[in-house]
DNA sequence: AATCTTAGTGTATTTTTTACACTTAGTTCG
DNA sequence: CGAACTAAGTGTAAAAAATACACTAAGATT
């Protein structure tokens, strides 16, 4: 089937991995994106973090390594949301190559499995390694064009990361291990973009039954400190 | 990086679409699989429809193909839910190649993407053909071992299903056109194995706005012939 | 005309969701 | 060291949603 183009390729597709990095303050909800390095005097195209996927890694670790290379962010909760194959999502794409570190079949069409995650910001400091020059928070109303089907690709994990905190009332494995319940009440917040009344909040947080109360409160705060919480680790093997 | 095995693989991944179709009766909720054509006396091995995708038809129109060539289904609404990538997936499964018509690459491991789907059974009557030797509505609760990881393939499908039925609470593009409120109801009761009244059901239904009254009744049934309704049609592109 | 089968409908009770305001614990500043 | 500041933490009454429950209606079959 199909003996195109050049001696060594194989029709086989190159596949991989593209993270979508949402993060919070106490503002605003932004998306991690990174920035060429050596842009040649023009406007520099802006990208998700996303690279191949290696022989011998399965899908969850290619996307944890390559965020990890790619911005130095690490012990981020990824979740896979979709994969994106259409056949000229990447191929068409001339000179953008500078996302991948190599495409191991320069001729094959990109299929790429997406994930997205939500940190607090100020818990994390991405900084720019490998291939990406810069690494930038972008307030999600706010994103230009990005690189290949990338806007695309972010606006569903938007959607996704939505809907995840309208029906099932928590954002799961989504968060740092320790926060308050004003951290989480601000999120469903600045998430859903509405007002929410703090005691009705509560009760339905404790109703749902998803948190565990820690030995352990806020600290480095100029006012009462607040109880710490984690989830409940339903620990749902994330290895695929 | 690695040049591994035989002189002319790439270290591209095989890539795949499977697909778990549910069918429902008036009784039960069943998964659809395909056997091996030709078993040689032992006891074949059950899996889930699938092939390797080609190479300029993108996602959802390989799993539309593949579901066609193995079991002459056509006109159903697929949903893309996960992909699964382990390393070893497949590759170290050694006699089961009937499922794929072509490895393009034998050694190197095969990334699929999943779907699932639901459909009224009688509406379609799916017929083995090319690879297939036979195709078999089974039982969700009574899941021989299937090739390769397709039990967690389908498990995870199911999961996914009862989800969908849960949160949203219709089960959208998923269903045949037309329907009365009664087969909505039995479905939902089906898959969620529970029994539901059929007053609240309606209440709920209606309220929740996403059905339409067709001007047409239920025919050729021996007493009151219902209300025909259909989905409103949100129309979500489903070409990725 | 009588019988059979599923369609179709309303109300009272319980549960869940909403709206709403003050006290408490710790920090900072004078 | 006390006063003032800041966010944490807590309960109750009203409204809305979910549940439990049983009969009449329309068409087909005998």
């Known amino acids: 089937m199909a003996d195109s183009a ?11 991995t593209d993270c979508v990095v949402f993060g919070f303050d106490d503002e605003k909800l932004k998306v991690l994106l990174i920035e060429q390095k050596n842009t040649g005097g023009i406007s520099p195209q802006l990208a ?38 259409n056949p000229n999502r990447v191929r068409d794409v001339k000179d953008q190559d500078w996302l991948r570190t190599f495409r191991e079949d320069p001729q094959a069409r990109v ?16 900084q720019a390694a490998s291939l990406a020059g810069k690494v930038v928070w ?6 230009p064009q990005l690189a290949f089907d990338h806007n695309q690709i972010f606006n569903e994990a938007l959607e996704r990361l939505r809907e995840e905190f309208e029906y099932k009332n928590v954002g799961y494995e989504l968060l740092p291990k320790k926060f308050t319940l004003s951290m989480l009440q601000k999120l469903h917040e600045i998430i859903l973009g509405v007002e929410l009344d703090k005691r009705n909040f509560r009760k ?9 109360p ?6 480095g705060v100029d006012h009462k400190p607040a109880q710490l919480f984690r989830y409940k680790t339903a620990s749902k093997s994330s290895s695929i």
């Open 214 to 219: 820690l030995d352990e409160k806020q600290s």
């Open 48 to 85: 998700l973090p996303g690279d191949l996927v290696l022989e011998n890694e399965n899908l969850y670790q290619s996307a944890t390594r390559i965020l990890k290379e790619l911005t130095n962010l690490e012990g981020i909760y990824l979740k896979q949301f979709k994969t994106f194959g």
């Open 6 to 16: 050049n001696m060594h390729s194989s029709p086989n597709p190159n596949v991989s």
């Open 138 to 143: 972008q307030n999600v109303d706010e994103v």
């Open 204 to 212: 339905k947080i404790k109703k749902s039954d998803v948190l565990i």
């Open 111 to 126: 299929i790429t499995v997406a994930y997205y995650s939500l940190v607090k910001m100020e818990d994390f400091a991405p």
